[in-house]
């Protein structure tokens, strides 16, 4: 099994999910909660023992590990700035790291020792016969570097906006870069990895490395990513909205609305961000513009087979928890039309993982996702409308009659 077919299956994908959640501004109202946690586990009994030693076999003391490594940033003179988030633990005198909380463990030990230049890399969840302490050496780490490009945008006189990449080792996550810029950065062990990239404005397109023993730097080269459907659309007619089960509060055609702002809203029930942050900007927005200004129309989208609803009355089923308890009994009162699941490829020559026909059409692979369209029927762009300045974008675009 390859990462394609394994970090985009549908187990994979709720790790996928879970990321997008750690990246977003929702994740920080988790983190007093988190801590607190810390805290109450503390005294739990470890469900597994890891030793951490080096090449000699001694102990690795003050090594780091935690649920998603995340290097945040890069500077080619102090080097990356990396950290595991309020989910670290350390190596203590013995190279002892004690995992106690199941919820944080993803069947994946990452462990760096950034003074030593020392990294683990372990996916632990499949050994059947674990021994305590189950004993990792540690390596010497390779600086792994891989620059993103995207021909397509440069032709339309734009650049890869925030790149994302993250890089797999056993069909698991074990390294997440973002703020880099257009190069990658991986802190890797010797082993074989499947590197991902992802951002704002390309599609996600894959790599396989090899780094050898000894290896300190490896070079994985410069990829071509294709650019996502919606910018190579910007300022031409919107695709209208196609491969639909059922609506809610609907149908609506996008020919309809022409003479409005309309957005499209692409999101899930499944989707941290899209009910806890996304949904709620829609109904400030709906409280703040009429619906003569502005139109709203969700296209609800599954990540997986399991995610995908039916019908209006199934949907309604998902969030009625989501709507007594975080939206205030607030309703979707806009149109909603519930796409079907099926794989697709995102470019004619790319691997099936878009999960929609919708999701392509626009070239949607994040979640929650704002396309804006103007009074003409035209893609104005995509929008984050936690950001004062996109909101003002909107505003601007609503003004304008």
Same mark, same amino acid.
């Given at each position: 099994m390859?990462?394609?077919?394994g970090?985009?299956?549908?187990?994979?994908m709720?790790?996928?999910r879970?990321?997008?959640?750690?990246?977003?501004p929702?994740?920080v109202?988790?983190v =007093?909660?988190?801590e607190e946690?810390?805290?109450?586990?503390?005294?739990v009994?470890?469900?597994?023992?890891?030793k951490?030693?080096?090449e000699?076999?001694?102990?690795?003391?003050g090594a780091?590990t935690g649920? +998603? =490594?995340i +290097?945040?940033?890069?500077d080619p003179?102090q080097?990356?700035n990396?950290?595991f988030?309020?989910f670290?633990?350390k190596?203590?005198?013995?190279g002892?790291?004690?995992?106690r909380?199941?919820?944080?463990?993803?069947?994946?030990?990452y462990a760096r020792h *950034?003074?030593r $230049?020392l990294? *683990?890399?372990k996916?632990t969840d499949l050994?059947?016969?674990?021994?305590?302490p189950l +004993?990792?050496?540690m390596?010497?780490?390779?600086?792994v570097?891989?620059?993103?490009?995207s021909s #397509?945008?440069?032709?339309?006189g734009k650049?890869?906006?925030?790149?994302r990449g993250f890089c797999?080792s056993d069909d698991?996550i074990?390294v997440?870069c973002s703020?880099?810029?257009?190069t990658l950065?991986?802190?890797?062990?010797?082993?074989?990895?499947?590197l991902?990239?992802? $951002?704002?404005?390309?599609c996600?397109?894959?790599?396989?490395i090899?780094?050898r023993?000894?290896?300190?730097?490896?070079d994985?080269?410069t990829?071509?990513?294709?650019?996502?459907?919606?910018?190579l659309?910007?300022?031409?007619?919107?695709?209208?909205i =196609?491969d639909?089960?059922e609506?809610k509060n609907? &149908?609506?055609?996008l020919s309809q609305?022409?003479?409005k702002v309309?957005?499209?809203e692409?999101? $899930?029930?499944?989707?941290g961000?899209?009910v806890l942050?996304?949904i709620p900007e829609?109904?400030?927005?709906?409280?703040q513009y009429?619906q003569?200004?502005?139109?709203i129309v969700?296209?609800?989208? &599954?990540?997986?087979?399991?995610d995908?609803?039916n019908?209006?009355k199934?949907?309604?089923a998902r969030l009625?928890?989501?709507?007594?308890e975080?939206?205030?009994g607030?309703?979707l009162?806009?149109? =909603?039309?519930?796409t079907r699941f #099926?794989?697709? &490829?995102y470019t &004619?020559e790319?691997e099936?993982? *878009?999960?929609?026909?919708?999701?392509v059409?626009?070239g949607?692979?994040?979640?929650?996702?704002t396309?804006v369209?103007d009074?003409q029927?035209?893609i104005? $762009?995509?929008l984050?409308?936690?950001?004062?300045?996109?909101r003002?974008?909107?505003?601007?675009l609503?003004?304008?009659?």
């Open positions: 390859n990462l394609t077919t970090l985009f299956a549908e187990k994979k709720r790790l996928w879970y990321l997008m959640v750690l990246m977003s929702v994740f109202s988790l =007093v909660a988190a946690q810390n805290k109450a586990t503390e005294k009994k470890p469900f597994l023992t890891v951490l030693v080096d000699a076999g001694k102990p690795v003391v780091q649920m +998603v =490594v +290097v945040n940033g890069y003179n080097g990356a990396w950290t988030g309020h670290e633990l190596s203590d005198a013995k002892l790291i004690r995992f909380d199941p919820g944080k463990y993803r069947g994946m030990v *950034a003074g $230049g990294v *683990a890399v996916r050994i059947e016969d674990k021994q305590s +004993v990792l050496t390596y010497p780490e390779c600086h570097t891989w620059q993103i490009k #397509q945008l440069t032709r339309i650049e890869p906006v925030e790149v797999g698991l074990c997440w703020e880099t810029g257009s950065h991986f802190y890797l062990p010797p082993g074989k990895y499947r991902v990239a992802a $951002g704002e404005t390309i996600p397109i894959e790599k396989n090899e780094i023993a000894g290896e300190t730097k490896h994985a080269g990829a071509d990513a294709s650019a996502k459907k919606w910018i659309l910007e300022g031409k007619p919107a695709p209208e =196609v639909i089960q609506w609907g &149908p609506v055609k609305l022409r003479g309309v957005i499209l692409f999101w $899930g029930w499944w989707c961000p899209c942050s996304g829609l109904f400030k927005l709906r409280e009429s003569e200004e502005l139109a969700g296209i609800h989208t &599954p990540y997986g087979e399991d995908e609803v019908s209006v199934e949907l309604d009625a928890k989501v709507q007594k975080i939206w205030k607030k309703q009162d806009f149109p =909603v039309a519930l #099926q794989k697709l &490829p &004619p790319g099936p993982i *878009a999960n929609a026909k919708m999701n059409e626009y949607i692979n994040s979640f929650p996702s396309i369209i009074r029927g035209n104005f $762009g995509n984050k409308l936690w950001k004062q300045s996109d003002d974008k909107l505003k601007q609503i003004k304008a009659k």
